[in-house]
């Protein structure tokens, strides 16, 4: 057929090898404790090489491997998508305070967002990770007050063009309270440019959960993906080529956080508002 | 004479660009108006006359720089929030743009109950169907999404909804402009019926006379934001019409 | 002289309610030089029609029919092939002409394009031709909006500049899509300037898609009527605006300011369940017991055809 191609109403092919993906991740998160055939606290021989009974090898402690790339699947899971909510859940409503209300409130809060983002964010988290010294929860309380920055300008300018559309004067003159109004007609009309950005928050608390566990300031007593990384460093995996050791986990990283970003890209919604033009 | 439901005494709107005030807008200048009940005032003029402004302005959206607006004698700057939820119900404004009169992600029925709930009304199918044939809709399209109706049919869906909450004095924007001319003179004919059925005062903004002239018994003609005339729309003289752009 | 033949037109679109034939069996002549103007409702199918002539329908679409033009079939072309013919033979302007514009270039760049990709001669050489087109326009700084970018120009002054790109190419068809919607009465008496200098001083014929009767008035030779996807009338157009034979057109007519605002009666028509007999039937005044039943077909005599039983 000749002509443009019209906006594809069904989930694109990329998309839905992304959801495969993260429901695959999602599913062993849940299921850890049936599919993993051991405890990953469950000591063995050290240092094993892959083989029938361990597919993956032991690690310094003797824990089966796979066991805790099963398990560590929930520990990064829960980093990413608690962190993305947090963030997701202020940046939404700043930026929809800011972009409903404009005037002063938007001044001062996006004044706010200015300093925030001049914030170095990695340094910042590994500065606070080493202070505090307790567990993820903490870490995810961390980085989500630190990352909603970037959502609420998206949401912010979103919800300024929103605005100018006749149907929230009429909202107003009908006599719809601002809250109401926020998050009944506003709030569904920018819920399209915020679940990509929700999707790629998952993805960088899931890269940054496992970079600052490489570094040593996770917390050992939790089996994560990137802890098993530091320590397949730390403890002589490297050194004596164990390689199975800190690939698998780099791999499960990089396979998840693709799984979100392929989701996050290739959502194919089109934008529900039609027209902006002012009344 | 029937009874005055909105004056505008010495209105004038002034926009002021860049911190401090740097550059300064007069849109409207010394408008002084009345609207009474039952009757239609209409506001002609060209595009940047201010006529949407003023409009905004009478339905109580935005605030003028200077003068009052008052309804049923009591000013608007005045009021207490009792008071002006009772101004909200009784003065509507209907928007130019058929597009986006209506939230795009809620199907006409939702569009319906929300403003049912709001004034605290039945829902009931019968209430929303009996508005929709009053503004010559069928209730098929209930289920249906602003986008898979016309300009035509979103316009009177979102006058039903006006409509619900039983106005007295409705602001109507240049609600035709945007429409073919054909679905204008139903809409033109609907309006009327209305206002004898219900005795609403309209406030009618246009830019072409003709309709101004169909509608309006009393019209105020604005040139760049000044009254250029004001009184019945028979004694306007067309050479006075086309001087304002009209 | 170019002439188009449109012959049994058809579009259908997939949609996700069923299917919605938007425009059924079209048969249209357009004759080299003339300006023909298809009036008709929003959702009668002009519009798709100017579309499909130059293959820009979506690709939900589905098209029958033939279009001939310069003795072969339009719609059996390559895009590659009908790439060549849209602009250089059949231009078109479509409907918002300041979003047509790339912001980032000059006017005087713009208006030379389309000289530089299908004739292939340098950007530089096209500036003669830019400032005729220009001048022929009613613009007076010609030498100095070269420069200009389209922010610096008012929306009326951007349609100009469009139209002028469109006919750099002199093309033997242009078809102007709706160039008077949604503007405000200063902008269209511009618009109706432009549309009469482009049909005295170019050889051009004009194929004018509009609901805008006034401007069809001045501009058009000749009329056709469309109304729920199919022609209803054709005629010349003082016969047209002085004596309408279809119902529909008569009622079209007496639904304008100038005579009165008289409604048409009834809801709009439905394109995906419309009604069967004649489209207009449930609407029309003077319909008759067969109106319900028989479909009227197209009925020519001399210069003037109507679909309407009241003829047969």
């Known amino acids: ?148 920055t970037p959502t609420a300008r998206i949401v912010r300018s979103k919800v300024l063009q929103v605005r100018e559309s006749a149907f929230v004067a009429g909202q107003r003159t009908l006599g719809f309270g601002h809250l109401r109004i926020m998050f009944s007609d506003i709030l569904p009309n920018i819920l399209h440019v915020l679940s990509p950005k929700f999707m790629l928050t998952v993805a960088s608390a899931m890269i940054t959960e496992a970079s600052l566990s490489f570094l040593g300031l996770g917390d050992p007593g939790v089996k994560s993906w990137g802890m098993m990384i530091h320590f397949a460093f730390e403890k002589g995996g490297f050194i004596r080529d164990l390689w199975w050791w800190y690939t698998a986990p780099g791999l499960a990283i990089t396979l998840c956080v693709l799984s979100l970003v392929l989701i996050g890209f290739a959502a194919g919604k089109e934008e529900p508002v039609a027209a902006a033009l002012p009344g | ?166 106005p ?24 009327k019926s209305l206002q004898r059925q219900r005795n609403l005062a309209y406030v009618y903004i246009a830019h072409d006379i003709r309709v101004i002239r169909f509608m309006c018994d009393q019209v105020v003609l604005l040139d760049k934001g000044g009254v250029k005339f004001q009184g019945r729309s028979e004694e306007l003289r067309p050479d006075v019409a086309l001087s304002a752009g009209v | 002289m170019s002439c188009l033949h449109l012959r049994n037109l058809t579009v259908d679109f997939a949609t996700p309610s069923g299917n919605l034939r938007a425009v059924d069996g079209v048969r249209l002549d357009h004759e080299g030089g003339e300006s023909l103007a298809l009036i008709g409702e929003t959702g009668c199918g002009k519009s798709v029609v100017a579309h499909a002539i130059l293959g820009l329908l979506p690709g939900n679409a589905t098209v029958g029919g033939v279009i001939e033009f310069q003795d072969r079939n339009l719609l059996a072309m390559s895009e590659r092939e009908l790439a060549k013919v849209r602009g250089a033979q059949i231009g078109i302007v479509l409907q918002n002409p300041s979003l047509a514009l790339n912001p980032i270039h000059n006017i005087g760049r713009q208006i ?25 326009l009613g613009f007076l700084d010609v030498e100095g909006h070269l420069d200009a970018f389209p922010f610096e120009f008012s929306g009326g002054m951007n349609q100009r500049v469009l139209i002028a790109a469109s006919l750099i190419l002199e093309p033997q068809v242009l078809i102007a899509d709706e160039p008077t919607k949604g503007l405000d009465a200063g902008l269209r008496g511009l618009v109706r300037k432009e549309m009469l200098t482009i049909k005295h001083l170019n050889s051009s014929s004009l194929l004018l898609i509009t609901h805008d009767l006034e401007l069809t008035r001045d501009i058009a030779d000749r009329v056709a009527v469309m109304y729920g996807g199919q022609i209803v009338e054709i005629a010349p157009a003082e016969s047209f605006f002085s004596g309408p034979l279809h119902p529909y057109t008569r009622a079209l007519l007496q639904s304008l300011p100038e005579n009165g605002f008289h409604p048409i009666p009834g809801p709009p028509l439905s394109l995906t369940d419309p009604p069967g007999g004649c489209r207009f039937h449930p609407r029309c005044p003077e319909r008759g017991e067969e109106c319900a039943r028989r479909r009227p077909d197209l009925y020519a005599s001399g210069r003037r055809a109507v679909r309407c039983l009241l003829y047969s």
């Open chain 2, 168 to 191: 007295e004095l409705i602001v109507l924007d240049e609600p035709t402009s945007a429409l073919d001319v054909s679905v204008q003179a139903q809409i033109l004919h609907l309006l």
């Open chain 2, 1 to 166: 004479m029937s009874a005055v439901l909105m004056k505008a005494q010495d209105v004038c709107q002034v926009f002021r660009s860049g911190w401090p005030a740097r550059r300064t807008l007069e849109v409207l200048q010394d408008i002084n108006l009345k609207v009474r009940s039952g009757q239609t005032l209409g506001i002609v003029g060209d595009s940047g006359s201010g006529k949407t402004t003023l409009g905004r302005i009478l339905a109580g959206v935005d605030r003028p720089t200077c003068g009052t607006v008052s309804y049923k004698g009591s000013r608007l700057s005045g009021l207490t929030p009792v008071q002006w939820a009772a101004f909200r119900r009784r003065v509507q404004m209907l928007f130019q743009d058929p597009e986006g009169a209506l939230n795009p992600v809620k199907t006409i029925r939702r569009s319906f109950e929300e403003v049912g709930r709001l004034a605290g009304i039945s829902k009931s199918e019968t209430v929303v169907s009996d508005l929709l044939r009053t503004v010559g809709l069928s209730p098929e399209i209930l289920p249906r999404l602003p986008r898979q109706l016309s300009g035509g049919q979103n316009q009177r869906v979102a006058l039903a909804r006006i409509l619900m909450l039983e």
């Open chain 3, 112 to 136: 030379g394009e389309p000289l530089v990709v299908h004739r292939g001669v340098a950007l530089r050489s096209t500036r003669p031709k830019v400032l005729s087109r220009l001048r022929r």
């Open chain 1, 1 to 148: 057929m000749r002509g443009p191609e019209p906006n594809s109403r069904r989930f694109p092919k990329v998309h839905r090898l992304g959801l495969a993906l993260l429901l695959g991740f999602l599913l062993i998160a849940v299921l850890a404790e049936v599919i993993a055939p051991y405890d990953p606290w469950q000591r063995f021989q050290p240092y094993l090489s892959p083989r029938p009974e361990h597919w993956l090898g032991t690690n310094d402690l003797g824990n089966d491997i796979l066991s805790e790339l099963l398990h560590g699947t929930r520990v990064s899971l829960l980093v990413g998508l608690g962190t993305a909510g947090i963030a997701t859940a202020l940046g939404l409503v700043v930026g929809l305070i800011s972009g409903y209300f404009r005037g002063a409130v938007d001044e001062l809060l996006m004044g706010l967002t200015d300093v925030m983002l001049m914030i170095p964010r990695i340094p910042m988290v590994i500065i606070l990770a080493a202070f505090l010294k307790s567990g993820y929860g903490v870490i995810v309380l961390v980085l989500g007050l630190l990352w909603w």
